[in-house]
């Protein structure tokens, strides 16, 4: 009895502990961070995320502030963030997305801040609340009809970007270690 005592309490806590690898999507908003496990000195990693901004400066990527070694907070753009058919039209809008990295040895944790999105064909431009995605869904707890994408779109450009991060600095890496 002991044992199975132990043994709850161990899983409990673990799971108390335990952290994101990847962004969720649901109707109590996108998952807040994710940490990713990145075998390094925070400086180095730091380097090389600066680099990734620098090497996707075509897709509007600019670091909006920073603590050297520590932290980036990043701007960027993704085109085509959502398309929908309307009319016989397909429709896509743009996102604008803000990120934060923190940095420690050995890891870094990867923050969706905010994200706004504009029809590629409109000056109008909606800001979304990341906490809170009630508006996608019905009372009763489905998502809305022709909001199928949606959830896709936001875990795959958040997640995109953290494998981007990596691939790029594992390239670096590489590249520096020859």
Same mark, same amino acid.
């Given at each position: 009895?002991?044992?199975?005592?132990?043994?709850?309490? %161990?899983?409990? !806590?673990?799971?108390?502990?335990?952290? $994101?690898?990847?962004? #969720? @999507?649901?109707?109590d /908003? &996108? *998952?807040?961070?994710?940490?990713?496990i990145?075998?390094?000195?925070?400086?180095?990693?730091?380097?090389?995320?600066?680099?990734?901004?620098?090497?996707?400066?075509?897709?509007?990527?600019?670091v909006?502030?920073?603590?050297?070694?520590?932290?980036?907070?990043?701007?960027?753009?993704?085109?085509?963030?959502?398309?929908?058919?309307a009319?016989?039209t397909?429709?896509?809008?743009? %996102?604008?997305? !803000?990120?934060?990295?923190?940095?420690? $040895?050995?890891?870094? #944790? @990867?923050?969706?801040? /905010? &994200? *706004?999105?504009?029809?590629?064909?409109?000056a109008?431009t909606?800001?979304?609340?990341?906490?809170?995605?009630?508006?996608?869904?019905?009372?009763?707890?489905?998502?809305?009809k022709?909001?199928?994408?949606?959830?896709?779109?936001?875990e795959?450009?958040?997640?995109?970007?953290?494998k981007?991060?990596?691939?790029?600095?594992?390239?670096?890496k590489k590249?520096?270690?020859?």
């Amino acid at each position: 009895m002991k044992l199975k005592t132990l043994l709850l309490m %161990a899983f409990v !806590t673990a799971s108390t502990f335990a952290q $994101d690898t990847e962004f #969720k @999507f649901s109707k109590d /908003g &996108l *998952t807040d961070f994710i940490v990713t496990i990145y075998d390094g000195a925070a400086k180095d990693t730091y380097t090389r995320a600066q680099a990734w901004v620098k090497d996707n400066a075509k897709k509007n990527f600019v670091v909006v502030s920073a603590v050297e070694g520590e932290k980036l907070t990043i701007e960027g753009t993704k085109e085509n963030f959502l398309c929908s058919k309307a009319g016989g039209t397909t429709v896509c809008t743009s %996102a604008t997305f !803000t990120i934060e990295i923190n940095f420690k $040895d050995g890891k870094y #944790k @990867f923050a969706a801040l /905010g &994200l *706004t999105e504009k029809a590629n064909n409109s000056a109008n431009t909606t800001v979304h609340n990341l906490d809170d995605f009630s508006e996608y869904y019905d009372k009763d707890g489905t998502l809305k009809k022709y909001k199928d994408e949606v959830p896709a779109a936001y875990e795959t450009l958040f997640n995109d970007l953290n494998k981007s991060l990596i691939a790029f600095m594992d390239k670096k890496k590489k590249a520096e270690n020859w």
